[in-house]
């Protein structure tokens, strides 16, 4: 019914910068919000960003001021750009969203999961 395919993850160094992005598609009615959740290891998953319809945003406060999150209603993407990246950033970054479908029925979606990998 619905796919969220992320792209972008990669390998940087601390300091440095990387944008991902993730495209919904399919019988999509309308998104309401899409978010960023990142996880490691051992620990649980964890939302780094979150935008609903284009303008209200939510941030994790260890990466408020250095991320940015955003979207293309448009195009059903939405964006995160990461600058200023710490190894405790290094985590499989998630896409998710709040989609209502075209058979009116509310569902929550997730990517495949795209690795940021931060070294020092």
């Known amino acids: 019914q619905v796919q969220l395919v992320e792209s972008g993850g990669g390998l940087v160094q601390a300091g440095g910068s990387l944008g991902l992005s993730c495209v919904a598609s399919g019988s999509i009615f309308s998104i309401n919000v899409m978010g960023w959740y990142r996880q490691v290891p051992g620990k649980q998953r964890e939302l780094v960003a979150a935008i609903i319809s284009g303008t209200s945003t939510n941030y994790a406060d260890s990466v408020r001021g250095r991320f940015t999150i955003s979207r293309d209603n448009a195009k059903n993407t939405v964006y995160l750009q990461m600058n200023s990246l710490k190894p405790e950033d290094t985590a499989v970054y998630y896409c998710?969203?709040?989609?209502?479908?075209?058979?009116?029925?509310?569902?929550?979606?997730w990517g495949q999961g795209t690795q940021v990998t931060v070294s020092s």
């Open positions: 998710n969203a709040d989609i209502r479908l075209v058979n009116g029925r509310n569902s929550r979606y």
